[in-house]
């Protein structure tokens, strides 16, 4: 009855559990790098309200556990009557959370171009979005590319929380099949070559990025 | 001017004494609502064999899974197994994202007062299982010792409560952890239910069941006030002793069977 053999069966279905961590990983990158460069934008803005609500937003959620925000979107909304699926919770807390982290790197970035560039570009006659476009971003997104790709890494490890509001991704399988198989060794060695293969091809892009951004 | 006053606070009064009454006279349709929808949520956690745990085509199987499929059989429904981890079997049925929970759910004083229980499926002993050759008796043996449990669950409630203090109580993610823990050696006992205790002894005989420490009923759980859902859970629940359909699930999954199921 207990103590299945630890099977191919098994690989498939945690497999089928990677497939999910992707598409959170996919969800959460995209939606936090939206609201990250809004983010960004905001906070180095010359409006000073602008650039007051970007610092509170980048002070709350930096200092608040994604899984309690998780908790807050999935189960919160449900006690003042609204039903979220569990999908739309992780959409809303993973793009509120990288949001925060993405936007207060790249605001660092662009704040790091040096001074001379901006006053550069306006002794030449470009408007700010003009010096922000072709000057500053690009500059910046050289010094951004580590920083933010180890953020992308750690996000997507990140996603292992999702199983609190039952989605079954790979952290989950590997625990039902760890406690299925009482395997424990096996079965987590394997999801983490599983998480490898995910996040090492990520670094290596990111290394490829940074020598022709040095290049150009 | 005065008298429009007095018929419009009449009126105002009359109103919310008939809202009132309309209140009074809603009817718990916790039952109906389930029929309605022609399916039946339960929140299982997969991970906790022999109670939710996948077979070897990694479908949904176990004793709380043979139990919803009973209960989901009987009420005329289609069932839904959410899976879940422990920590959120409470906010899943309170916050109404699953219906009832059959989710290995042990009976305590403290979380009857966030969920209601129905009559139980289940009566668990908890125990001391430790290496064969160590010699252990009671609670007392306990002193100076690295006991592990799996974390939020009554076993891990158990010891707290009851270890004599000097006993080093080490908490784990999951049963799975938890048995690893004592198959290397990591632990030098640790709390668990008959039926991992069973399941243990049928893969080695280096470790004993040392002493029982309490018994640990195991029921459903419905959310606060759905008094009509409860009620026909315990009728089913009846039902299934009699036929002896629940005794059979407990035999398949749990290898023993309950003489008596404690109700009230």
């Not at chain 1, 959370?97 to 001074?115: D, K, T």
């Not at chain 2, 243990?200 to 005989?205: M, R």
Request: glycine share 6%.
């Amino acid at each position: 009855m207990m103590f299945q053999d630890f099977t191919m069966a098994h690989v498939y279905y945690m497999l089928n559990g990677l497939l999910w961590t992707i598409g959170l990983a996919l969800i959460a990158l995209t939606g936090g790098s939206i609201a990250g460069s809004v983010l960004a934008l905001m906070a180095v803005s010359r409006n000073k309200l602008a650039r007051r609500i970007a610092k509170l937003y980048i002070f709350v959620v930096q200092g608040t556990p994604l899984l309690v925000t998780l908790f807050i979107a999935y189960f919160g909304a449900n006690y003042v009557g609204v039903d979220v699926p569990p999908l739309v919770a992780i959409s809303i807390a993973f793009s509120f959370y990288a949001a925060a982290f993405l936007g207060e790197i790249w605001r660092g970035s662009i704040n790091s171009v040096p001074m001379g560039q901006s006053e550069g570009s306006h002794a030449l006659g470009l408007s700010r979005v003009d010096s922000m476009r072709f000057i500053i971003i690009p500059q910046a997104v050289k010094i951004a590319t580590p920083p933010t790709v180890g953020f992308f890494v750690m996000l997507i490890k990140n996603t292992s929380l999702a199983s609190v509001v039952s989605i079954t991704e790979l952290t989950r399988t590997s625990q039902i099949v760890s406690n299925a198989t009482f395997k424990p060794l096996q079965v987590y060695l394997l999801a983490a070559l599983f998480y490898f293969l995910v996040c090492f091809p990520l670094t290596i892009v990111s290394r490829r990025l940074e020598k022709r951004l040095h290049k150009s | 001017m005065i008298k429009l006053l007095k018929t419009a606070m009449a009126s105002v009064v009359a109103t919310a004494l008939l809202c009132t009454a309309g209140l009074a006279q809603t009817t718990d349709e916790s039952l109906q609502k389930i029929i309605q929808r022609g399916k039946l949520i339960v929140g299982i956690s997969l991970s906790t064999p022999p109670y939710g745990m996948t077979d070897a085509n990694m479908k949904p199987a176990g004793f709380d899974v043979a139990m919803a499929k009973l209960i989901s059989r009987d009420m005329g429904v289609e069932l839904e197994i959410v899976d879940q981890v422990s920590q959120a079997r409470i906010p899943n049925l309170t916050s109404g994202k699953v219906d009832i929970l059959i989710s290995s759910f042990g009976v305590t004083a403290e979380r009857a007062k966030t969920v209601m229980y129905t009559n139980s499926i289940y009566v668990d002993e908890q125990m001391i299982l430790a290496p064969a050759q160590s010699d252990m008796e009671s609670l007392k043996d306990l002193v100076g010792k690295r006991v592990g449990v799996t974390r939020s669950t009554t076993n891990d409630t158990l010891i707290t409560e009851r270890a004599v203090e000097g006993t080093i109580i080490q908490r784990f993610e999951d049963d799975a952890a938890t048995n690893q823990a004592l198959f290397t050696g990591k632990v030098d006992a640790i709390v668990s239910g008959v039926a991992a205790a069973i399941a243990i002894s049928k893969h080695t005989d280096k470790f004993d069941r040392k002493f029982a420490v309490r018994q640990s009923p195991m029921a459903i759980g419905v959310r606060h006030g759905e008094f009509n859902l409860r009620q026909w859970l315990n009728t089913d629940l009846l039902m299934l002793w009699n036929s002896g359909e629940l005794q059979a699930a407990q035999k398949e999954w749990l290898g023993v069977v309950n003489e008596e199921l404690p109700r009230f």
